[in-house]
């Protein structure tokens, strides 16, 4: 029998899924600087994105939009 899901459990899926996957190229809101997301820290829900071969930082969803030219 299949078991039924609450709103609560649809809720917590739809809020644990990702906005961006590894590879994406995203802008950061605050200083516009193109980076690429690397890696995903599910614990923090942060994205790390790299701007160049040595400068990378946690940002959430809410400070990144999808890099468009």
Not at 34 to 56: A, H, P, S
Request: net charge positive.
């Amino acid at each position: 029998m299949r078991k039924s899901l609450k709103a609560e459990d649809i809720s917590e899926r739809i809020d644990s899924m990702q906005s961006f996957k590894v590879g994406d190229v995203v802008t950061i809101l605050a200083t516009k600087v193109i980076g690429t997301v690397i890696y995903f820290n599910e614990k923090d829900n942060k994205y790390l994105v790299r701007f160049n071969g040595t400068q990378q930082l946690y940002y959430a969803d809410t400070e990144l939009v999808p890099y468009s030219k």
